[in-house]
């Protein structure tokens, strides 16, 4: 009984952390029903878990300052946005990785940053898309972001994640959860590009652009639809 009330009063205060934060509308302006519904679906500690996304974020943002973010954001040449970048990746590859199967009961399943933060625990895909959103919350253009299918040659399996572009024709930095620093996609030899898209575009590995070619993809349309349907709760 002690237990069950300090798990309790844990959460609560958890809650009250979320309320007193300085929030940012969008990805981490989570509302107490959806605090609520994550509680329910992943237990005590889900608040607690948002807490510490909402704080990570903030504190990314706190630390570069609005003219440092601003900078970094618009000198565009790799170099000044890589603290950033390695920042957002390190806080999600704390996380621990779980197949779909084993976290969901499902062979493959895309989930929102706040079910994955939440829960604790994802797959590659939760990575790259939590990275993808993270950074976009902070900032950063859309069109330098694409989260990408790849070949890991190591691993002998499809894997996911994130690129970012500087400029268009740049050598992407990579984002992934197999290795914690982010490195030039030309360093990467153990990764094979397939295909990579965000919000608005389809790349193909030959280069081939397919504008509005990311709405084809099933299980992206998803993720955005609970996203919004987590911004209604």
């Keep these: 009984m002690h237990r069950q009330r300090l798990t309790c009063l844990l959460s609560l205060c958890a809650v009250a952390l979320l309320a007193a ?3 940012w509308s969008g990805l981490t302006d989570f509302s107490p029903g959806l605090i609520d519904a994550m509680q329910k679906r992943f237990g005590a500690e889900a608040p607690r878990r948002l807490q510490l996304f909402q704080s990570a974020l903030s504190k ?10 601003r900078a970094a954001i618009q000198t565009a040449n790799g ?12 806080f999600f590859n704390k996380i ?8 969901w009961g499902a ?3 895309w989930a929102t940053p706040a079910e994955m933060v939440a829960s604790w625990g994802g797959d590659c895909e939760d990575y790259a898309i939590a990275k993808y959103m993270s950074l976009k919350e902070l900032g950063f253009p859309v069109e330098r972001l694409r989260i ?3 070949r890991a040659v190591k691993i002998g399996e499809t894997h996911m994640v994130l690129a970012y572009y500087p400029f268009p024709s740049a050598d992407p930095l990579i984002l992934d959860n197999l290795v914690d ?11 094979i590009p397939v295909y990579s898209f965000n919000d608005e575009d389809l790349w193909l590995a030959s280069g081939v652009n397919r504008k509005g070619g990311a709405s084809t ?17």
């Design 181 to 191: 620093e982010v490195q030039a996609a030309s360093l990467r030899t153990d990764l």
């Design 21 to 23: 934060l300085p929030v």
């Design 148 to 150: 990408t299918y790849v």
């Design 217 to 233: 993809v099933r299980l992206w349309r998803e993720v955005i639809d609970r996203m919004e349907k987590e911004k209604r709760m």
């Design 79 to 90: 170099k000044a946005e890589l603290a950033l970048l390695q920042k957002v990746n390190d």
């Design 107 to 109: 062979p493959d399943y």
């Design 96 to 103: 621990p990785y779980l197949t779909d199967q084993e976290h």
């Design 60 to 69: 990314i943002r706190r630390d570069a300052g609005a003219d440092g973010l």
